[in-house]
T-cell receptor, first 116, second 113 residues
Framework: GAGVSQSPRYKVAKRGQDVALRCDPI?????LFWYQQALGQGPEFLTY????????KSGLPSDRFFAERPEGSVSTLKIQRTQQEDSAVYLC??????????????FGAGTRLSVL | GDSVTQMEGPVTLSEEAFLTINCTYT??????LFWYVQYPGEGLQLLLKATKADDKGSNKGFEATYRKETTSFHLEKGSVQVSDSAVYFC????????????FGAGTTVTVRA
C-alpha cells in the first residue's frame, strides 16, 4: 500500500524494558512526525523531522525517548526503561513538506504500547 | 501555548439527524484550523481545513467556518449516515510552529440506523 506503515501494531513491554517503534512514511515525503495519544485524549506532538534532520524534539516527554531518521526515510522511536505512564498509542505521520496548512499530514494506524 | 477545546462526547444520533460538534481554540496570531476523523480501525485522516478567518472548509457533507471573533471552528453536517460513526478531532497549527498539530480530545459520534 501507499500509506504510512507502522510496526508493530501492538507491543506489550514489562516495565524497564526498551522498545523500538518503526514508521515507514509515504515514499517521497520529506516531513515526518511522531505523536503520542493517551487513552481518551487527542494526539500530542512529540517530534518532527525534515529529511534526516530532527528540527523539533520539544514534545519528547523525557530523555528516555529518542527518535531517529538516519536516511531521511524510515524512522524509529525508541523508549528506554519503559514506565507505565508510557502506555499510549504512538502515531507517525508524514507529509510532503512542513507547514500543516499546505501539506496534509497522513497518519499511520499507530502502535499501541502497553507497559505492564 | 496553543490549545483546542472541543465538545465532549459521546454523541449518539439517529440517521439523517443534524450533527454539530463545537470547537474553540486559543492561539497566538492566526492559526490554521482542521478537523480530522478516525474511523474504527483506521488512522487519522484530514476531513477539512480552513487557513484564514471566515474561510469555510467542506468535505463529504461536513462544513466548518473559521470564526476569528469567537475563536471557533464548529463542525456541522445536515444529515448524518451510519458511515459517519467515528471519532472527530479538532486541531490547529500555530502561526509560529506551523508544522505542528495541536489536537482536541476528540468526540466520539455514533449514528444509529
Amino acid at each position: 500500500g501507499a500509506g504510512v506503515s507502522q510496526s508493530p501494531r501492538y507491543k506489550v513491554a514489562k516495565r524497564g524494558q526498551d522498545v523500538a517503534l518503526r514508521c515507514d512514511p509515504i515514499s517521497g515525503h520529506v516531513s515526518l512526525f511522531w505523536y503520542q495519544q493517551a487513552l481518551g485524549q487527542g494526539p500530542e506532538f512529540l517530534t518532527y523531522f525534515q529529511n534526516e534532520a530532527q528540527l523539533d524534539k520539544s514534545g519528547l516527554p523525557s530523555d528516555r525517548f529518542f527518535a531517529e531518521r538516519p536516511e531521511g526515510s524510515v524512522s524509529t522511536l525508541k523508549i528506554q526503561r519503559t514506565q507505565q505512564e508510557d502506555s499510549a498509542v504512538y502515531l507517525c505521520a508524514s507529509s510532503l513538506a512542513g507547514p500543516a496548512a499546505k501539506n496534509i499530514q497522513y497518519f499511520g494506524a499507530g502502535t499501541r504500547l502497553s507497559v505492564l | 501555548g496553543d490549545s483546542v477545546t472541543q465538545m465532549e462526547g459521546p454523541v449518539t444520533l439517529s440517521e439523517e439527524a443534524f450533527l454539530t460538534i463545537n470547537c474553540t481554540y486559543t492561539a497566538t496570531g492566526y492559526p490554521s484550523l482542521f478537523w480530522y476523523v478516525q474511523y474504527p480501525g483506521e488512522g487519522l485522516q484530514l476531513l477539512l481545513k480552513a487557513t484564514k478567518a471566515d474561510d469555510k472548509g467542506s468535505n463529504k457533507g461536513f462544513e466548518a467556518t473559521y470564526r476569528k471573533e469567537t475563536t471557533s471552528f464548529h463542525l456541522e453536517k445536515g444529515s448524518v449516515q451510519v458511515s459517519d460513526s467515528a471519532v472527530y478531532f479538532c486541531a490547529l497549527s500555530g502561526a509560529l510552529d506551523d508544522y505542528k498539530l495541536s489536537f482536541g480530545a476528540g468526540t466520539t459520534v455514533t449514528v444509529r440506523a
